[in-house]
């Protein structure tokens, strides 16, 4: 499957498919079961190695993670069932944020050393606790898909009859521009893009999956996950974002790119000064 969209913007790299399927494909790269790690170094390896990656209920990596993919609310039974009080703590200060600091510091001694001095100190993604357990219990769009796996693949990987669910480009700041203006082009009103500051993986998941249900769905901004970002490292650059949208309003963008904000004089100059300083360095 071949992108208009993508072609003209000048991506680095082929967008990233999502789809839901009862089949896993062979080869493809999985997390050990149970296994409790972060999903997005498996997305930049689909994006910037064209590899493909399948997950299911034993293979998900966390608990934000299940509920990025759609495999239902992953926070109740979090860790061992320390649940929603232990993330909630999490998510704010860690252990200074916990109504029973000694039991906090005994799940986190279950977790991997590599991590414990995060989860000790926390995410700080909340203000305070009633916040974070309110995103997790009521606003996090949640899913529990009748699919098996949710498959992430290059985009030029679909085969003909398959649809993906979500469509994610991988930008640059004036490609991100681009994509914003593109969207701009086709939605009426001013919104056409929602920014939850959320998990990355929320970010191409739960929160598309959520759009997708709309008469006129939105794209969804992404990569704004810190945590995200520390776990992938360089292997997707750092001025990058996702951007990602439900394939409905994929097929629309495709139509309007055709002849659209890509074709135009400002598009085409700010793209090839773009090139040309590139060149140069």
């Not at 398959?162 to 086709?186: H, K, M």
Request: with cysteine; proline share 6%; glycine share 10%.
């Amino acid at each position: 499957m071949k992108s208009i969209t993508a072609e003209k913007l000048r991506l680095e790299y082929e967008p990233v498919a999502l789809l839901w399927s009862n089949t896993k494909p062979e080869g493809a790269l999985q997390i050990k079961p149970h296994g409790q790690t972060c999903i997005m170094p498996y997305f930049a390896q689909v994006a910037t190695k064209g590899k493909t990656a399948v997950f299911d209920r034993e293979t998900y990596g966390c608990p934000g993670a299940r509920a990025g993919l759609g495999f239902g609310n992953g926070y109740y039974d979090a860790f061992g069932g320390a649940g929603v009080d232990f993330m909630s703590a999490f998510f704010v200060k860690g252990m200074e944020s916990s109504q029973n600091p000694e039991a906090y510091c005994a799940t986190v001694q279950h977790i991997p050393e590599r991590e414990r001095a995060k989860f000790l100190h926390g995410e700080r993604l909340h203000k305070n606790t009633e916040k974070a357990k309110r995103f997790m219990t009521a606003e996090l769009p949640i899913m529990d898909i009748a699919e098996k796996y949710v498959i992430f693949t290059p985009l030029g990987k679909v085969k003909a009859g398959e649809r993906p669910v979500v469509v994610v480009f991988l930008a640059d700041p004036l490609q991100i521009t681009g994509l914003v203006t593109l969207v701009g082009a086709i939605r009426e009103g001013t919104d056409p893009v929602r920014v939850p500051p959320m998990a990355a993986c929320q970010q191409i998941g739960a929160f598309v999956y959520d759009e997708a249900k709309k008469d006129r769905p939105r794209a969804v901004l992404g990569y704004t996950d810190l945590a995200a970002r520390a776990n992938v490292g360089k292997n997707i650059p750092m001025n990058m974002f996702t951007f990602a949208v439900p394939y409905s309003l994929y097929e629309e963008m495709e139509e309007e790119a055709k002849d659209g904000v890509f074709d135009g004089p400002i598009w085409k100059g700010l793209a090839g000064k773009t090139e040309k300083e590139d060149n140069h360095d």
